[in-house]
Each structure stands twice: as C-alpha cells, then as structure tokens.
Nanobody, 120 residues
Framework: QLQAFGGGLVQAGGSLRLSCAASGRTFMYLHMAWFRQAPGKEREFVAGFSWSGSGTYYTNSVKGRFTISRDNVKNTVFLQMNSLKPEDTAVYYC???????????????WGQGTLVTVSS
C-alpha cells in the first residue's frame, strides 16, 4: 500500500516536498516512481529510481528542479520540487514495481494522488 501526501498550493518559483509512505511489502527492493496528471492530460512519468540505486530517471521538464530520494528505514520515497512552475500543477502519484524500474506506466502498485497547485 502506498500513501502520498505533501501537496498544496505554492507560488511559482517556490518549493514543495512530496512524500510517499509504503507498507505491506519489502520496500527496499521496490523500484519507485512519481507520476503526475494535469487537468485534461494523460498521466505522465515524472521521476523514478531502481531499488539498488543503479538508475535514476527524470522526465526532461523537471530535470535540475526535482529530486527523487528514499529513506529505506522509514519506508518512504520523497520528491523534492524546486523552482515550481504553473505547468507543474497536477495530481501527483507515487508508484512501485518489484520487477521493472524506469520510464514506463506499468507499475504494479499505485498510491492515491496528492494535488499540487502552482500559482503564477
């Protein structure tokens, strides 16, 4: 089970940190990712990494601004979002997969979304 939180309203240029708490599986062996879905658009991959740390992935629009990290003791994955832009406004979802890491949409486990709104 995944539970995402930390969304909210922020002005453009501001920062937010999203958290995703995992339970029910061996968290440290799960590939983790964040996705987002803006109003009227399809869900898109934002950031992710393999459980071993051998691969970290970002969509081009967030490179240099967002950072994904994890705390295996707390079974939590984070998404630090800096220099936020209005186009980052979306519902953000965390996802996990025991087999495949990287940029794909077939993650096995999904959390509920948390809304991020960036005002101009």
């Amino acid at each position: 089970q995944l539970q995402a939180f930390g969304g909210g309203l922020v002005q453009a240029g501001g920062s937010l940190r999203l958290s995703c708490a995992a339970s029910g599986r061996t968290f440290m062996y799960l590939h983790m990712a964040w996705f987002r879905q803006a109003p009227g658009k399809e869900r898109e991959f934002v950031a992710g990494f393999s459980w071993s740390g051998s691969g970290t992935y970002y969509t081009n629009s967030v490179k240099g601004r967002f950072t994904i990290s994890r705390d295996n003791v707390k079974n939590t994955v984070f998404l630090q979002m800096n220099s936020l832009k209005p186009e980052d406004t979306a519902v953000y979802y965390c996802a996990a997969d025991p087999v495949r890491a990287g940029i794909h949409s077939t993650y096995d486990y999904w959390g509920q979304g948390t809304l991020v709104t960036v005002s101009s």
